[in-house]
């Protein structure tokens, strides 16, 4: 089983850029799929994008379509979450989640592995 650690959070004004990043330790990260989420306070925890084990397929909520990109590195066994154009409404703690099967449609229930979290604050 691998374990996760997110970093890359913080305050940004409304429009700004962040990348999160998710580094993987333990068994081999390209068996896994890989995947963000978030919560905001008082909400339920959702998907946000996801990646195939080899980086051949990526799936993205509708909310972060065009502004969101999921990426991979094997050999460095992380994974991204480039965040562009952000909105006060992103403002979250993000998640990192990992699970060898891809069971869709992608939820909470399809990743089996979780992080800690970082938090993302997005000001007006």
């Known amino acids: 089983q691998v374990q996760l650690v997110e970093s890359g959070g913080g305050l940004v004004q409304a429009g700004g850029s962040l990348r999160l990043s998710c580094a993987a330790s333990g068994r081999a990260f390209s068996n896994y799929n890989m995947g963000w989420f978030r919560q905001a306070p008082g909400k339920e925890r959702e998907f946000v994008a996801a990646v195939t084990k080899s980086g051949g397929s990526v799936y993205y909520a509708d909310f972060v379509k065009g502004r969101f990109t999921i990426s991979r590195d094997n050999a460095k066994n992380t994974v991204y979450l480039q965040m562009n154009s952000l909105k006060p409404e992103d403002t979250a703690v993000y998640y990192c989640?990992?699970?060898?099967?891809?069971?869709?449609?992608?939820?909470?229930?399809?990743?089996?592995?979780w992080g800690q979290g970082t938090q993302v604050t997005v000001s007006s």
């Open positions: 989640a990992a699970d060898r099967a891809l069971a869709l449609p992608l939820g909470v229930d399809s990743f089996a592995t």
